[in-house]
């Protein structure tokens, strides 16, 4: 057979996490978190497991109990008019597969895709697998901020989709109001569409606001966007996500997800909608993360380790070159063998593995799981 996508390996994160598991290293590389989700959301699930009539395939769209929920609180937190969860709103298997279904409905062979680098490494291979041509528009060190004068360069009238990530994984950064305004300007009077992959959206710090680009006029009718209740109640398991979308760029996703997974896992959508009504599960994130970040950095203080600015989402990217003057796939290898604590080199979020002599921690973890990788990070096993 010959491969479609040649030059693509396994994902970093099940490599890292494969090799956490095989050194018995803490794993702070793949992104999730070691505690479990809010007691009411997992008894919640308990409940709808085992109710009669939960157990059979949900509606293709999800639940529209589920979607009325969405759609209530999507206007609640970003002041727009509530998403019509008849024609505005799909759930779908993580924002993953979210991604894949907006991409195959819209990407045809030879459009291209802007993203900006370090990117998310499902980007680049699902754009090509369409028969799309990503092109990348490397984001500014050491802020991650983008340069508009590179995107306005880089778009041309085959410029099918911009991708936008906020908050931005792996770096953090948080896009602003006048980020999507400047973008929206950049594509009046064209026929570009954006994915706005917001799956951090509730992790943002020091008292900054997460814009979605639903809030920007100009982006909001040309925009899917997406979540993912799996960061938002620490249930990456669980894989349910969502995508918001005027009408006419739902009805292509639904004609995507219906062939993908045609439907989402039932309890676990009710379950979702009983607790979606509680504000408080999602308003005390920022404060519970920055407290994380804020310990986990104190904590690799004096260590070597030279930490860049953190606005959002639960990484935290750092230079090692006062430990080492090897690569970062070299270092994150050394780390997670030698260290015990497993973390993703930087490289794996650029195409042509650019490598900047950066590694990203997740810092979703329990107290003392922080504590105890801090410890090894201090003095190498
Ligand atoms: N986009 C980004 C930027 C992510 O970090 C992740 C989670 N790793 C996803 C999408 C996928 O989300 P889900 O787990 O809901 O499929
Ligand atoms: N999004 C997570 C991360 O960046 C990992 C998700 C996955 O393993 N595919 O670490």
Redesign the pocket.
């Known amino acids: 057979l010959v491969s479609k996508l040649p030059d693509v390996g396994t994902s970093i994160f099940a490599v890292m996490s494969q090799l956490a598991a095989e050194c018995g290293a803490i794993n702070l590389a793949q992104?999730f978190p070691d505690y479990d989700p809010p007691q009411v959301l997992t008894e919640a699930l308990a409940r709808h497991a085992t109710t009669p009539g939960h157990q059979q395939y949900a509606p293709m769209p999800g639940l529209l109990r589920l979607r009325e929920q969405i759609s209530r609180k999507t206007a609640l937190l970003y002041g727009v008019t509530p998403p019509d969860p008849d024609t505005e709103i799909t759930v779908t298997s993580?924002?993953?597969?979210a991604?894949y279904a907006v991409l195959a409905a819209v990407v045809r062979p030879g459009d291209e895709v802007l993203v900006f680098e370090p990117a998310?490494d499902l980007y680049g291979p699902a754009i090509r697998l369409q028969g799309g041509v990503p092109v990348y528009v490397p984001l500014r060190l050491p802020d991650f901020r983008p340069d508009w004068d590179l995107v306005a360069a880089a778009l041309t009238p085959r410029t099918r989709l911009v991708l936008l990530?906020t908050p931005h994984?792996p770096s953090g950064a948080v896009l602003t109001a006048d980020d999507l305004r400047t973008l929206g300007r950049l594509l009046e009077n064209t026929a570009t569409l954006v994915l706005s992959?917001e799956?951090?959206e509730h992790m943002v710090f020091d008292g900054r606001q997460h814009r979605s680009a639903r809030q920007e006029p100009t982006l909001a009718e040309r925009s899917f966007v997406l979540s993912?209740f799996?960061?938002t109640y620490h249930a990456?398991g669980w894989?349910v996500?969502y995508c918001v979308a005027p009408p006419q760029l739902t009805a292509e996703v639904r004609r995507v997800h219906q062939f993908i997974t045609f439907a989402v896992s039932t309890p676990t959508q009710h379950a979702l909608a009983d607790i979606l009504a509680d504000t408080s599960l999602y308003t005390t994130l920022p404060g519970f993360y920055q407290r994380k970040r804020d310990q986990f950095a104190a904590l690799l203080h004096a260590t070597g380790f030279e930490l860049l600015p953190t606005q959002g989402a639960y990484f935290q990217l750092a230079r090692y070159q006062q430990l080492s003057t090897t690569d970062d796939v070299t270092f994150a290898r050394y780390l997670t063998r030698e260290a015990g604590v497993a973390v993703v080199p930087v490289s794996a979020f650029y195409h042509d593995g650019r490598d900047h002599g950066l590694i990203r921690f997740c810092f979703a973890k329990r107290d003392e799981t922080l504590v105890a990788a801090a410890t090894r990070l201090r003095s190498p096993r």
């Open positions: 992104g993580g924002a993953t597969e991604l998310y990530n994984n992959d799956v951090y993912s799996g960061k990456t894989k996500g």
